[in-house]
């Protein structure tokens, strides 16, 4: 992905902001439906986080910084890799649909990524996304909820 490339991800969640806000902000929460290998995870600006990925034969160093935090409707944060250049910011968006939960991703590259690795082109980055946010997080919190009824 080049610089200015934008991905948006909309998922309408059945919960309220709060049980969303603490589940892409609390760390053993986003270790359930995010990446479980998260070591550190802070909702405050300046906060950095750096964890490994691996994916077939590449290693890749996720390191994150919070950039911006407006409790409990938005958190942003660069996203960036030790091994490979570019760097791309990430912002989550919560907004009350009549009771419901709608979440914004906006993925949005500050720096070029390389073309040759097929882990940074749209339709990986896209793919993720949709993973994470459409199957991963409802089901997380899907089953929250249950638990707490």
């Known amino acids: 992905?080049?610089?200015g490339d934008e991905i948006i991800v909309e998922q309408l969640l059945d919960t309220?902001?709060?049980?969303?806000?603490?589940?892409?902000t609390n760390l053993p929460q986003m270790k359930q439906w995010y990446f479980d290998n998260i070591n550190h995870f802070q909702p405050e600006t300046g906060s950095a986080s750096q964890f490994v990925v691996q994916s077939g034969n590449r290693t890749f160093t996720h390191l994150w910084?919070?950039?911006e935090v407006n409790v409990p409707t938005e958190i942003c944060y660069t996203w960036k890799y030790l091994e490979y250049p570019g760097e791309?910011?990430?912002?989550?968006?919560?907004t009350d649909d009549n009771g419901q939960t709608k979440l914004t991703l906006t993925h949005t590259v500050l720096e070029d990524f390389?073309?040759?690795?097929?882990?940074?082109?749209?339709?990986?980055?896209r793919a993720g996304w949709n993973y994470f946010l459409v199957d991963r997080l409802p089901?997380?919190?899907?089953k929250n909820?249950?638990?707490?009824k």
């Open 16 to 24: 309220q902001i709060a049980n969303v806000w603490t589940a892409i």
């Open 114 to 125: 390389p073309d040759d690795i097929q882990e940074f082109k749209n339709e990986s980055w």
């Open 139 to 142: 089901a997380f919190l899907h």
């Open 65 to 67: 910084k919070v950039t």
């Open 88 to 94: 791309s910011l990430v912002r989550f968006y919560l």
């Open 1 to 3: 992905m080049k610089k």
């Open 145 to 148: 909820k249950s638990k707490n």
